[in-house]
């Protein structure tokens, strides 16, 4: 059992903010996984992980950068036992990291705007998760976070009390691309499609 102090206390507070979760059957039963979803407030990996970790006892080995939690809980929670992977200023050993964890049968968290949404609208697709996805054969789970901003705002350390909803996509496999050579073309064209299937599950624009 994956920090079973954790699973029974931590998660099931952020739970607490889901009012609604859709889409649960499409999580993959076997096998390493990416997970990626709009980016909205600092809750979102929180509410993910409240549903993932459970329901698949494994670590989500999220990419992060250095912000105020990990300055807050130092480099040992974060890394050891949170699982996350710095990306700040280890652009290519962070995509390593992350290669070596998939290889091994884990699960990858990947924001694919990157940073949080200034205003809660969809920005656009960073093609890090593509690359990622191309490099190791593995599928991408896309999920749509709706609400959370409204709940935590990019400055907004106290949550109000509010709920959010989840809705997780179909796995997408890009089987039919790994003999394509990885050009910039192909990994906007992927990152596009990506993103207009989290238009979808969140029902906002992707205008990029």
């Not at 749509?144 to 959010?164: E, H, M, S, Y």
């Not at 089987?175 to 990885?182: A, N, Q």
């Amino acid at each position: 059992m994956v920090y079973p102090i954790f699973k029974r206390t931590i998660l099931p507070f952020w739970k607490l903010f889901l009012k609604e979760i859709v889409g649960v059957e499409n999580i993959p039963e076997k096998g390493p996984f990416i997970i990626t979803s709009n980016y909205a407030s600092y809750l979102d990996p929180w509410l993910i992980g409240s549903i993932i970790i459970p329901l698949k006892d494994k670590k989500m080995h999220y990419l992060s950068m250095k912000g105020r939690f990990w300055d807050l809980w130092g480099d040992r929670i974060m890394k050891d036992w949170l699982g996350l992977i710095l990306l700040e200023g280890r652009k290519k050993e962070a995509l390593q990291d992350l290669l070596s964890l998939l290889k091994k049968g884990e699960i990858v968290g990947i924001f694919i705007e990157g940073d949080r949404s200034p205003d809660g609208n969809l920005q656009k697709g960073k093609t890090g998760v593509i690359r990622l996805a191309l490099k190791s054969h593995v599928p991408v789970l896309p999920i749509g976070i709706i609400g959370t901003f409204d709940i935590a705002p990019r400055n907004q350390l106290i949550p109000k009390l509010k709920r959010a909803k989840m809705r997780i996509g179909k796995p997408i496999y890009l089987d039919e691309y790994y003999k394509r050579k990885i050009d910039k073309k192909l990994l906007r064209k992927l990152t596009d499609s990506v993103m207009h299937v989290i238009s979808d599950l969140t029902g906002k624009p992707y205008n990029h």
